[in-house]
Nanobody, 125 residues
């Protein structure tokens, strides 16, 4: 059974940093494309960043976080990291890790097959 587990959320001041991690068990994580989405209270889930699978490190970052957030795979490739710098109050949301049984990333929530339970990120002003 495939499981995704996120960790690293919490409370940070505006301008601060947080590092989210996503690990998978039971699946071919190194092959799958992986993305981070977020959902603020009362809003729809939105794309944040994604990274291709296999040996391709191509990434995509949403305009709203470009230059502040970076997605990468850890050297063992079983973990995907979302490094969040210069956080803003509008980054407050539940952040979800998702993986799809394809090596190419997508910005659509409908293209992802597996989801984590989410981790809360709160940025204080």
């Amino acid at each position: 059974q495939v499981q995704l587990v996120e960790s690293g959320g919490g409370l940070a001041p505006a301008g601060g940093s947080l590092r989210l991690s996503c690990t998978m068990s039971g699946g071919a994580f190194r092959i799958y494309a992986v993305a981070w989405f977020r959902q603020a209270s009362g809003k729809e889930r939105e794309f944040v960043a994604a990274i291709n699978g296999i040996s391709d490190s191509t990434t995509k970052t949403a305009d709203s976080v470009k230059g502040r957030f970076t997605i990468s795979r850890a050297s063992a490739r079983d973990t995907v990291i979302l490094q969040m710098n210069n956080l803003k109050p509008e980054d407050t949301a539940v952040y979800y890790c998702a993986a799809r049984r394809d090596s190419a990333w997508s910005q659509s929530i409908h293209e992802y097959d597996y989801w984590g339970q989410g981790t809360q990120v709160t940025v204080s002003s």
